[in-house]
């Protein structure tokens, strides 16, 4: 039989199975979930995909088939965070936002509420540092990203300070917006999350704003 339905003469739909998509979608959050609690119980040095698979409820190959190793497992639980801390909520205020500095005080207030609500995967990331270079090198030219869109609509509004160009702009904020510095402020220093939000939106005001 060829793939032409013999009754109509018509060619059948391409197969696609939502069962296996949704059930594929079920397991990849069944490891991550697994994952998550073992990198923050047992650090991810001393997680094995093994223990990521019993703990799930899956076969290793399953962990291997869907994330390649525990490096990709780790990443998959990383970028999960770029979208906690209500972000699309944030991103919809930042953009409502018309002066220039409740537009820094907006995005200085997401960027300390994601960093709060994401801080167990940061110790993930720490941990598996030297595994996940490259993982870290793309969450801050994302971050890079998303500040050179900021600060182009900023300088649209004729809103930075007079000879400071969009990219040194850029750099300026990418420096002060790092989770480096939301751990040394909360851990290092013991801010409340609320101080070191408001430092940031005072901080990016003075660097990149014009003075009035």
């Known amino acids: 039989m060829n793939s032409d339905d013999t009754r109509t003469g018509t060619p059948r739909r391409p197969y696609r199975s939502t069962v296996r998509e949704q059930q594929a979608a079920r397991t990849r959050r069944a490891v991550t979930a697994a994952a998550r609690d073992l990198f923050e119980s047992e650090g991810f040095v001393g997680t094995t995909i093994a223990a990521i698979a019993e703990r799930a409820g899956v076969s290793a190959q399953t962990v291997y088939s869907a994330f390649g190793t525990k490096a990709g497992v780790a990443r998959a639980?990383?970028?999960?965070?770029?979208?906690?801390?209500?972000?699309?909520?944030?991103?919809?205020?930042?953009?409502?936002e018309q002066d220039p500095e409740r537009i820094l005080e907006a995005f200085a207030r997401w960027t300390c509420a994601f960093f709060a609500t994401s801080r167990p995967s940061f110790t993930i990331a720490q941990g598996a540092m030297a595994e996940l270079t490259e993982l870290m090198a793309q969450g801050n030219e994302r971050r890079r990203q998303g500040l050179t869109h900021l600060i182009e609509r900023l300088a649209a509004r004729d809103a930075l300070r007079p000879g400071l160009g969009v990219d040194e702009a850029v750099d300026r904020a990418w420096l002060?917006?790092?989770?480096?510095?939301?751990?040394?402020?909360?851990?290092?220093?013991?801010?409340?999350?609320d101080a070191y939000a408001s430092w940031l939106a005072e901080t990016l005001a003075q660097q990149i704003l014009a003075q009035h």
């Open 176 to 193: 002060v917006t790092g989770v480096e510095t939301f751990i040394s402020a909360t851990e290092g220093c013991g801010w409340p999350e």
């Open 77 to 96: 639980i990383i970028e999960q965070m770029e979208e906690s801390a209500e972000a699309a909520q944030w991103r919809q205020r930042i953009a409502a």
